[in-house]
């Protein structure tokens, strides 16, 4: 685990003593946008010219893959995918440990697409990154831009009209998703991380009690945000997902399961079993990364067997009514 300094990398984990036992996030710093012919964005969404290298461990960029199969994508944007252990030089394209591989520029390790794109690079090196192979460099490296980007900007080329972020429920999305995120998606994380014993007990509590918040909210309805499918729910996903495997134990979540939730349990199997998605998912990578990547959590990175996640268990929320995906209007 490292980091870029002036081009340069440097192998450093993450400052947890400059503030005061916190993990705090790093902004994402690359931030430009593909958008279709006619929009304002800064490049052309064209098939074959852009590529996402991720981690299938990681939960930002499983977002990215989750749209990227939902919206049609996959013979557009090609992927490739990292070693799931990120050790002194962060994330690797090690075949021997389970990557794809890197066909594309043939780069060894993720830091050097950052140097590619910019010599003097400074700041964290961190998956999903969106390379175009036009420009030859990363076009963004935020996941919350990549989803809203593959939603819409590529529809002319796949025909796929499915929308995950529609306007008459956009304000109900950014609420739930400012909810999910710095409670859940990143309240792992910060629990999980946390060097002080006061700040992990402040954000597990925090964690809980908006996973209490989602299950009641599920409980009501099929959806974060109602009927219909959306971004919030991807995710929310990709989070629940990994919750049993590996927060629970690894990064000390433990005060309940997901599979003590009856409402938030079968909404992650019905999620799990939502044609495309299972796909995405890959245990073995999962956790092999968290289990084998922090020497300060797990330092002997022995890799736990279980738990039987049964996934394909019935999800049982046919009572609610779900209308899938919503379509744009065209
Ligand atoms: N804001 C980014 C965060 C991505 C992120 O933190 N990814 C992690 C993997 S789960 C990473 O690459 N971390 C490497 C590091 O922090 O050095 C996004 O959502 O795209």
Redesign the pocket.
């Known amino acids: 685990?490292?980091?870029l300094v002036e081009g340069q990398w440097k192998d450093q984990w993450?400052d947890t003593d400059g503030n005061k036992g916190e993990f705090i996030?790093?902004?994402?710093r690359l931030r430009q946008w593909v958008g279709a012919q006619g929009s304002d964005a800064d490049r052309l969404a064209e098939a074959e010219r852009y590529h996402l290298y991720v981690?299938l461990?990681?939960?930002?960029?499983h977002?990215?893959l989750i749209l990227r199969a939902l919206k049609g994508l996959e013979a557009l944007i090609g992927v490739s995918v990292t070693s799931p252990i990120?050790g002194s030089n962060?994330?690797t394209y090690h075949q021997e440990e389970g990557s794809s591989g890197d066909a594309l520029n043939g780069v060894t390790f993720?830091h050097q697409l950052y140097t590619l794109t910019d010599p003097r690079y400074t700041g964290?090196?961190?998956?999903?990154v969106l390379w175009d192979s036009q420009a030859h460099d990363i076009v963004n490296?935020?996941?919350?831009e990549?989803l809203r980007m593959l939603n819409s900007a590529f529809d002319e080329l796949t025909g796929n009209t499915l929308d995950f972020y529609p306007e008459v429920l956009r304000a109900e999305i950014d609420a739930v998703n400012e909810r999910v995120y710095h409670a859940i998606n990143n309240g792992v994380y910060k629990a999980g991380f946390a060097t002080e014993q006061s700040v992990y007990e402040e954000h597990v509590t925090t964690l809980f009690e908006a996973l209490d918040e989602m299950n009641d909210r599920l409980g009501q309805q099929r959806y974060l945000t109602g009927e219909y499918l959306t971004e919030a729910d991807i995710r929310l996903f990709t989070t629940l997902i990994r919750f049993d495997a590996v927060y629970h134990g690894h990064f000390k979540c433990n005060i309940r399961r997901i599979e003590d939730y009856p409402h938030l349990s079968g909404y992650l199997r019905e999620l799990y079993q939502w044609p495309g998605i299972r796909e995405t998912v890959c245990m073995d990578h999962i956790q092999r990364h968290y289990y084998m990547s922090h020497p300060t959590i797990n330092p002997n990175r022995i890799v736990p067997r279980g738990p039987d996640l049964a996934l394909d268990r019935p999800h049982g929320r046919e009572h609610l009514t779900g209308r899938g995906i919503m379509s744009k209007a065209r």
């Open positions: 685990m490292g980091l993450y996030r790093e902004q994402a981690s461990a990681c939960p930002w960029a977002r990215v990120m962060g994330w993720h964290r090196v961190t998956v999903p490296n935020e996941s919350a990549l």
